[in-house]
């Protein structure tokens, strides 16, 4: 199984890792995405910054990300909106997709899409957003959602969400947890009342779609 956003070294399935600004990384990784994590942003993200554009430009560069927007990071939320900016437009240089990390700001997320006229895949990652986000997100046509194991959570907004996401927008990831990743293509099959193989084929299907459409 293709897994859309990983943190574990190693892992032995086909996946994008994220090596943060980490360039020992880059050259064992067979894929993987470089960004800075909206709570690591600090008075050296310039610096760090231009680490992830030099990794932008290699060719198992396979993302941009994990980037976005979290109300709990010390950063103010316009910082981290300007910084979000400055991925997405290296995301464009590249024509590679982004991989996003939002903790209640999908709406300064989807300003920050729409200022940027950006259209190439956006993977709203460890997706946990309500139902009404949900809509919002879906009427863009270029947003996929990659659940991680915070959907198994009891009464989950991503399990409510999982309701009206069509498959053919669904990603599954491990992020930094090794457990298994079978509970969660068994849910996402319960509720989509499919076979775990029609999941994980559609899963494989849209990581190529999201991935390898793009520089590979
Ligand atoms: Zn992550």
Not at 17 to 41: C, V
Not at 100 to 108: Q, T, W
Not at 132 to 156: C, G
């Amino acid at each position: 199984m293709y897994i859309i956003h990983n943190h574990i070294v190693d892992y032995p399935d086909k996946n994008v890792l994220d090596i943060g600004t980490d360039e020992k990384e880059a050259d064992n990784a067979q894929l993987f995405s470089t960004g800075i994590h909206p709570k690591l942003i600090d008075n050296t993200f310039d610096e760090k910054f231009k680490i992830v554009s030099n990794l932008a430009a290699l060719p198992n560069c396979a993302a941009i990300g994990e980037c976005g927007i979290d109300v709990f990071s010390s950063a103010t939320v316009a910082k981290q909106k300007e910084t979000f900016i400055q991925h997405l437009h290296l995301a464009q240089q590249y024509s590679k997709p982004v991989i996003i990390h939002c903790v209640r700001a999908y709406s300064e997320i989807i300003s920050a899409i729409n200022a940027t006229r950006f259209s190439l895949p956006v993977v709203m990652h460890s997706y946990n957003g309500n139902i009404q986000t949900t809509e919002q997100l879906l009427r863009r046509e270029n947003i996929y959602f990659s659940f991680s194991d915070k959907i198994l959570a009891r009464n989950s907004s991503a399990q409510k969400s999982l309701e009206i996401i069509p498959l053919c927008r669904i990603l599954i990831e491990t992020d930094n947890s090794s457990s298994p990743l079978q509970p969660i293509v068994s849910l996402i099959a319960t509720q989509k009342r499919v076979g775990e193989e029609e999941v994980i084929k559609s899963n494989n299907q849209v990581f190529e779609q999201v991935i390898m459409n793009y520089e590979l």
